[in-house]
């Protein structure tokens, strides 16, 4: 009854989709046994040598270059948002 209930200072863990007792088995199974690689089923990962690595190596580029163009907006705008508030303070005295 209280199998569900973890040992003082421990924590339960539960795995879901790839990481889960069942698809790990499957897993194994597929790959040929208890002692084999449980990634070597996976079939999500592609080898260096398939186009997509292109394709992913691409879309990292165009990220890095959207964040690079949206940290230099920002930048602008908290240069412009400082120089307007010292020309305030400026302006009461």
Same mark, same amino acid.
């Given at each position: 009854?209280?199998?569900?209930?973890?040992?003082?200072?421990?924590?339960?863990?539960?795995?879901?989709?790839?990481?889960?007792?069942?698809?790990?088995?499957?897993?194994?199974?597929?790959?040929?046994?208890?002692?084999?690689?449980?990634?070597?089923?996976?079939?999500?990962?592609?080898?260096?040598?398939?186009?997509?690595?292109?394709?992913?190596?691409?879309?990292?580029?165009?990220?890095?270059? $959207?964040?690079?163009?949206?940290?230099?907006? $920002?930048?602008?705008?908290?240069?412009? $948002?400082?120089?307007?508030?010292?020309?305030?303070?400026?302006?009461?005295?």
């Amino acid at each position: 009854m209280t199998q569900h209930v973890p040992d003082p200072g421990e924590h339960t863990r539960h795995y879901f989709g790839y990481y889960s007792n069942a698809a790990r088995g499957k897993r194994r199974q597929v790959a040929g046994g208890a002692g084999a690689d449980p990634a070597a089923g996976r079939t999500d990962c592609p080898n260096d040598d398939s186009p997509s690595v292109d394709f992913r190596r691409e879309c990292r580029r165009s990220w890095a270059r $959207l964040f690079q163009k949206v940290y230099e907006v $920002l930048a602008d705008i908290t240069r412009r $948002l400082i120089e307007e508030r010292f020309d305030n303070i400026g302006s009461l005295s």
